[in-house]
């Protein structure tokens, strides 16, 4: 009996180990698995170095607010507070309501690759651009869901919107607005602050109410929401979207970029990977926009300045908190934080967005617009 | 019975004779399911040349053709059916493909030139119209006059690789001379504020690239045709007309309500310019098909309405435009002397001439008599018409026929200014709101109205003050628009009779058979409906259903539905009905809505049109889409 006793111990004992180190090897296969699928490469290239030109008021700008920015071969687009500006052969014109412009503030931009055309979301309905013409929607004269659009995507014939009021989608061949809110999606709140579309997928990043999966074939409906609901403590890293507050989606390479303001997620359609201060180079987990530029690598604009992440090392531009003098960092996987020398950087650390111009950056920041020119080493 | 009762009684019963021969003649006439008594007449509508100048290709809309002539014997080589009324047709820049859009069946056929045989019939846009194919072979061009857009398809396999954003009602494309941009016009005026000059746009797209990359604006301008370059592509000429809706029609009788223009642009007049064609007391009425003489000494403009071809000395006109002061606006179009400097000749051709095309020394101009089943051949160093094609088909002219020469023709317009198809572009309507009567500036604006459908819509005007259709086209027409000869009987019932009969296109939002979107059910049942969200009855008079019913969606009544605004005389406006209600922006009585959204979000404060402050955005968004099916 004793031995017996003793062997159905150490049999319950042994079990219970091995169903922990079962539970703990699950574990960490999946996180494994989570950051191993972003490690493709193993010698990684140091970030890249910017030498920054700020634009504002003084040289062209038509207001230092900076919602948005667009490249668009050599032409630039900044969605100002004070009407969409572009850049063109070292000329700045700007486009107000006068021209049809929807609103003067122009929170969004979208190009639509195929047409040329622009499609500009501002405080007070979605304008299009298209050969020097803007056409105006709003939600008096279209069937656009609010005059408040936060984000527009661009996907085929389709162009999808957020807005104050919900999720909306234009098909530009038919003229059909197709509106998403709480009556025929899980959304709870319907306050919509980005979207991402391509030709199989849909997500709408909804303040308050999570991260939205549209898939266009079936038309279902998939929503992502922290697992710890709205507690903003992480009590299992990875285990889902970083919070519900979500400001900022961008859907590349099967890949979905979320941004919320209490951190990031990196989800592969299987695992999620989050970023937070504590555990990553994030400068804030304050983030306004992402934008991702393939299955591992993101940008991140923060309230406290430019991230870069190369899917191991991160990089911050910004004017330096302390003494606002251009600022540099680059932190490794071990978490080394190293600083760069430079002698610029982006125009304000309030980043609300950022595009591409082949090898170069333009970020839309609260006090300018910065063009990152991409310096050789 | 003494001899004055006798004579009273007499031209009594002569009157009754007569009032009676009147109805039966509107009411006898043959009416047509989809064409009836004149389905076997041509109506040529556009021309080609062949790049050798062997072949005449004729596109014959009526019939649903394309003619192949001999272009030196004017014998028929043969006659290719294509689909449903056709209107555009080019030439691809080898001439190896004959390339005809089909715009009530949204197809384009693609004939071999060889065999004269159509190869090919590919699915395009809605009510394709022009079409041109880029000197690469790479892509076809093709505009869409319902979807106000231009199609980029494969030139290869036809498939369609996107749609680019053009002018309201696009329809004719003009490849520039070294083949690297792309000229697209459009017929009804781009929309803008209420009570504003119309704008329209000449479409730039590279061609390359496939996109829009320039829109050249035309101020004041509506109703924009053909465009043609001269062979050096230093001159762009397009066809077009110039109304004066802001003022009272009344002003016909003072120097025009419409002007026809040309503009010009190009680096032979630095930015863009816009001529007059008319002169006072001749009128170039509705300018449509432009050529530019091989060696550039002239332009020749159909005009339709003024059944003729106006001729433009080059040399002279490019002297008047840089002699001349500028008008800040760019146009001369309210100079009614200014034609006298450049128009050399007008030459009186068949009814409703529209496209035209010179051989390649520009000897011979051919004209398409749309409305005459002929082709004048005019010899342009004369200036006459030299021979004149007669198309195969009927002899006589039908009841119908006739009343469509008289819809098109400008001839009963004061001086000949104008006629029906001015505002009825095509016999649809023109997208611009109207100051027609004689009661002051800005008083009761009205919009144009759709033609499609309009029998067994009476009474008719917005007022509902026309009980029937030779009322609104007999006197009223005369009194307000003609101000001049007045139709006699034959020629009044003849031209209601056309108008009873026009067929109506079809809907592009109807699904097949009675099938419906989702969206287009529910918007269904918010039309039909008779309580509201609250579970509170809807007054019969208050629903949709109730003044838009019956198929054309309307109970021919009037009804007060709070839409009238100060300006207007009354408040009660007959309920309007929905035929093809997705076509015809600006809405209301006096086009103050500009889309179908904001007559409601708008101008329906107070539920009197309908009750619909109860519904959501995305309930409103699904009535829209019911109504589109309409």
């Not at chain 1, 193993?42 to 207001?63: C, H, K, M, S, Y």
């Not at chain 2, 109304?243 to 630095?270: Q, S």
């Not at chain 2, 020469?405 to 016999?427: E, K, L, M, V």
Request: with cysteine.
């Amino acid at each position: 009996m004793k031995k017996f006793a003793f062997n159905t111990f150490a049999t319950h004992t042994i079990l219970l180990v091995a169903v922990l180190l079962a539970a703990i090897a699950v574990s960490a296969a999946q996180q494994t698995a989570a950051s191993g699928a972003q490690k493709p490469h193993t010698a990684q290239a140091p970030p890249p170095r910017f030498r920054f030109e700020n634009f504002t008021t003084v040289n062209g700008l038509p207001d230092n607010h900076v919602f948005s920015v667009l490249a668009d071969g050599e032409r630039i687009w900044a969605g100002t507070e004070n009407g969409l500006a572009v850049y063109e052969n070292h000329v700045w014109k700007t486009y107000t309501t006068k021209d049809g412009l929807a609103h003067r503030a122009v929170l969004s931009l979208a190009l639509d690759k195929r047409t040329g055309d622009v499609w500009a979301g501002t405080m007070g309905g979605l304008s299009r651009i298209s050969g020097g013409r803007i056409d105006s929607y709003t939600q008096l004269n279209s069937g656009l869901s609010n005059d408040v659009v936060y984000g527009v995507s661009i996907a085929g014939e389709n162009v999808w919107v957020a807005t104050a009021a919900g999720g909306c989608s234009l098909n530009t061949r038919t003229g059909q607005w197709t509106l998403y809110n709480e009556r025929n999606t899980p959304m709870i709140e319907i306050w919509v602050y980005g979207v991402s579309a391509a030709q199989d997928k849909v997500y709408f990043a909804v303040w308050g109410s999570g991260l939205l999966e549209y898939t266009q074939k079936t038309g279902r409906w998939d929503k992502y929401e922290d697992p710890d609901g709205e507690n903003e403590i992480v009590l299992f890293k990875d285990q889902g979207l970083i919070h519900e507050i979500v400001t900022s989606v961008s859907y590349v390479d099967n890949i979905v970029w979320a941004a919320t303001y209490f951190g990031a997620s990196r989800y592969d359609g299987r695992y999620w990977h989050n970023f937070l201060t504590k555990d990553s180079g994030l400068p804030s987990n304050f983030i306004n926009y992402i934008k991702g530029v393939d299955a591992n690598r993101a940008w991140f604009c923060t309230d406290k300045g430019l991230a870069y992440y190369d899917g191991i090392n991160w990089a911050v531009y910004r004017p330096s908190l302390k003494d606002g003098k251009p600022e540099m960092t680059v932190r490794n996987a071990q978490g080394k934080v190293t600083p760069v020398a430079v002698t610029t950087a982006p125009a304000h650390n309030y980043v609300l967005g950022i595009d591409f111009q082949g090898d170069d950056i333009w970020v839309a920041t609260a006090k300018g617009l910065s063009h990152g020119i991409r310096q050789q080493r | 019975m003494n001899r004055r009762f006798q004579s009273a009684m007499g031209a009594g019963l002569t009157s009754l004779a007569v009032a009676l021969f009147a109805v039966a003649l509107w009411t006898e006439c043959p009416v047509r399911a989809s064409g009836a008594d004149d389905v076997d007449y041509a109506s040529p509508l556009e021309v080609l040349l062949s790049p050798d100048g062997s072949r005449l290709y004729v596109l014959c809309q009526q019939s649903e053709e394309v003619r192949v002539i001999d272009a030196f014997t004017y014998a028929v080589i043969k006659n290719i059916a294509v689909g449903r009324v056709p209107r555009g047709i080019s030439l691809s820049p080898s001439g190896d493909r004959l390339f005809v859009t089909n715009t009530w069946e949204d197809t384009l056929s693609v004939i071999d030139t060889r065999t004269l045989a159509v190869t090919a019939t590919w699915p395009v846009g809605s009510e394709p119209s022009g079409v041109v194919e880029d000197r690469a072979g790479k892509h076809l061009f093709v505009a869409n006059r319902i979807s106000n857009d231009v199609a980029v398809l494969n030139a290869t396999t036809g498939e369609e690789e996107k749609r680019l954003l053009a002018g309201r009602g696009s329809s004719y494309l003009s490849l520039s001379p070294d083949g690297g941009r792309i000229y697209v016009t459009h017929v009804y005026p781009n929309p803008s504020p209420h009570r504003t000059p119309p704008e329209s746009e000449i479409t730039v797209i590279d061609t390359a690239r496939a996109v829009v990359v320039d829109r050249i604006p035309l101020h004041g301008v509506a109703g924009v045709f053909h465009l043609a370059f001269s062979a050096d592509g230093r001159l762009g000429v397009v066809a077009e007309y110039h109304p004066k809706n802001l003022v009272p029609i009344a002003h016909l009788e003072h120097g025009g309500y419409f002007t026809d223009t040309l503009t010009l642009f190009g680096a032979d007049v630095g930015q863009p310019v816009e001529i007059p064609l008319d002169e006072l007391e001749r009128y170039a009425s509705r300018p449509f098909g432009v050529a530019i003489a091989p060696d550039k000494s002239r332009i020749f403009v159909t005009c339709e309405g003024s059944e003729m071809v106006t001729v433009i000395d080059v040399q002279r006109l490019l002297h008047f435009i840089h002699a001349r002061p500028r008008p800040a606006s760019g146009s001369f179009a309210y100079d009614l002397a200014a034609s006298a400097n450049y128009v050399i000749a007008r030459i009186n051709v068949g009814h409703d001439p529209r496209g035209l095309a010179l051989n390649r020394s520009g000897s011979k101009l051919f004209v398409a008599n749309r409305l005459e089943d002929t082709i004048s051949v005019i010899d342009t160093h004369s200036n006459r018409v030299a021979a004149t094609i007669t198309l195969a088909g009927p002899k006589t002219v039908s009841a119908i026929r006739h009343g469509e020469q008289t819809f098109y023709t400008s001839r009963y317009g004061f001086q000949g200014q104008i006629g029906c198809a001015n505002c009825h572009i095509d016999s649809t309507f023109d997208g611009i709101t109207w100051n027609l009567e004689p009661d002051g500036f800005g008083r009761n604006i009205v919009d144009n109205k759709m033609l499609e459908g309009l029998k067994g819509t009476e009474p008719y005007k917005w007022n509902g003050g026309n009980p029937n259709i030779p009322t609104e086209c007999g006197p009223r027409t005369e009194k307000y628009f003609w101000r001049a000869e007045q139709y006699d009987d034959a020629t009044l019932a003849d031209l209601s009779t056309y108008l009873r009969n026009l067929p109506t296109r079809p809907n592009r939002w109807k699904l097949p058979g009675r099938e419906m979107t989702p969206a287009q059910e529910r918007g269904l049942a918010l039309f039909t409906r008779d309580t509201d969200k609250f579970g509170k009855p809807i007054a019969e008079s208050n629903r949709c259903s109730y003044c838009h019913s019956g198929p054309k969606g309307t109970n021919q009544k009037l009804f007060d539905v709070g839409t009238h605004k100060p300006n207007d005389n009354g408040n009660l406006l007959k309920s309007a009905p929905l035929t093809e209600i997705a076509l015809t922006a600006p809405y209301l009585h006096d086009g103050s809505a500009q889309t179908l959204e904001e007559i409601w979000t708008v101008f329906n404060p107070d539920d009197k049109h309908g009750r619909t402050n109860d519904l959501t955005k995305d309930e409103l968004n699904d009535l829209i889409e019911y109504l589109r099916t309409r």
